[in-house]
């Protein structure tokens, strides 16, 4: 009920902005821990599930299913600990994947391949609004797959592109970005799987620390560690200078067009400092995030930075774009400085948005860590028209 009222109450501008701001955040702790007990209850409850449980129980049901978003959008700690640890995780996983081959045969979007100096990056559209990629050495015809949760769309595109897949980058392990990291390794004897010991990446074969370098062929690759949506989150930076073009960041669930994951195993503090990993790459890198949430991304940007002109730009050329199923990827980290909530916490006018800040009298203001938090709190209520 508070998501419909804040969906129809942040409409306004100004003083009443700030004031329905600050309603929503004084409910929102404690309707969260209401759900979270609630939803804790019933899957201790349920029955024992069988061997091929299909549909799902109602108790873990929670995505709507009108909108087929993928299965982090709206979590309790009950579903988070069963999706991560157990192998209903990889059931769920295994059922949305044949509900988005059904529901969008060619992909939930038309992509285009940016093609530099002996360099491809082919971004791949994946179960319901994922994006999977190959990045391609086209001089050696070796490829790179960074996140690919359907692994028959990736095979497809390795077959059209004629190139041999040699590593696997993994941002981290939940279903939606590791779920075809068995197949395609298993198909594919040469090949590598890359990512973080921290997360328990499926079939890993190859950890990485923060820093470390991945080389395939002429492409030079380096992970950064930006844990806070899990433990062990990286991204991938793909060096520009080896191809004399723009470097490429791979985000995985760490930064979208206009907003930032979820936190689940980390503080504020925690994807603060990582998404301040990102603030320090050049403007000019290409951002490749790890699902199409464009367009309400920057409807929630709308709320809280109403006059933001760069957002408005955005917005309209977002909205052209999916008007024709085209997808929005890669923005520039230049941009997302200019329109993206989650990179503009030392901004005033977010602070102002937010109104009086935590301290018993309301003076102290906002550090940028709690007002990272204010802003996902939000943005978790948020659901754009």
Not at 82 to 105: D, E, H, I, K, V
Not at 144 to 168: C, F, M, R, T, W
Not at 330 to 354: D, I, K
Request: a positive charge; proline letters at 6%.
């Amino acid at each position: 009920m508070a998501a419909v009222v804040a969906a129809t109450a942040l409409k306004g501008r100004g003083a009443r902005n700030a004031r329905v701001l600050r309603g929503i955040l004084s409910g929102a702790t404690a309707n969260k821990a209401s759900q979270n007990r609630t939803r804790a209850l019933q899957s201790h409850s349920s029955p024992e599930c069988k061997e091929e449980p299909e549909p799902l129980s109602p108790e873990l049901e929670y995505i709507p299913r009108k909108r087929g978003k993928n299965p982090m959008k709206a979590v309790g700690l009950a579903w988070y600990s069963l999706y991560t640890r157990t192998w209903l995780g990889y059931l769920f996983y295994r059922q949305q994947l044949r509900r988005a081959r059904n529901r969008y045969p060619k992909g939930h979007s038309r992509t285009q391949p940016r093609l530099f100096n002996g360099v491809k990056v082919l971004p791949i559209p994946v179960l319901s609004d994922n994006y999977s990629y190959l990045i391609i050495d086209t001089q050696a015809r070796l490829a790179v797959a960074v996140d690919p949760s359907d692994p028959q769309a990736v095979q497809a595109s390795i077959e059209k592109e004629g190139v041999n897949l040699v590593a696997i980058l993994c941002t981290h392990k939940h279903w939606d970005h590791s779920g075809g990291n068995r197949d395609l390794s298993r198909r594919h004897q040469d090949c590598r799987v890359y990512g973080s010991p921290q997360d328990g990446i499926p079939y890993l074969t190859h950890p990485l620390c923060d820093q470390d370098m991945v080389s395939v062929g002429r492409l030079q690759i380096q992970a950064l560690a930006t844990p806070g949506h899990t433990q062990g989150h990286l991204v991938y930076l793909l060096d520009g200078e080896p191809y004399k073009g723009p470097s490429c960041l791979f985000s995985g669930d760490l930064l979208f067009l206009s907003g930032c994951g979820r936190t689940f195993e980390g503080t504020a503090e925690t994807m603060l400092s990582s998404l301040d990993t990102v603030l320090g790459l050049g403007d000019d890198t290409l951002l490749w995030p790890g699902h199409e949430y464009a367009e309400e991304n920057l409807g929630f940007a709308g709320v809280v930075e109403p006059e933001n002109l760069a957002r408005e730009r955005k917005m309209q050329w977002v909205q052209r774009q999916r008007l024709e199923r085209r997808s929005t990827c890669p923005s520039t980290l230049g941009e997302e400085r200019s329109y993206n909530p989650f990179l503009r916490t030392h901004c005033l006018v977010l602070q102002e948005a937010l109104g009086p800040g935590p301290g018993p009298t309301g003076d102290n203001g906002y550090s940028r860590a709690q007002l990272l938090e204010k802003l996902r709190q939000l943005k978790d209520l948020h659901k754009s028209k």
